[in-house]
């Protein structure tokens, strides 16, 4: 699995799971959403997010570019 789409996915579980925080828990969790959703927004400008270099670090994932070679 490429970081890409290792970050794809928790990405797409940690807007899941801030949607049911804020169903069932408190609706402030819904700030975590917009967290995410502004973080996606600013990676698609600069290609800089810190849960890829995490992802990176913590399962030695690599790059599309990477496994392409």
């Given at each position: 699995m490429s970081v890409e789409r290792?970050?794809?996915?928790?990405?797409?579980f940690m807007i899941l799971l801030s949607v049911a925080?804020?169903?069932?828990?408190?609706?402030?969790?819904?700030w975590l959403t917009v967290f995410?959703?502004?973080?996606l927004f600013q990676q698609s400008f600069t290609g800089f997010c810190p849960a890829s270099i995490a992802l990176r670090k913590l399962f030695d994932l690599k790059t599309e570019r990477e496994l392409a070679k």
């Open positions: 290792a970050l794809t996915a928790f990405a797409g925080l804020t169903v069932w828990v408190h609706p402030n969790f819904v995410i959703g502004a973080n």
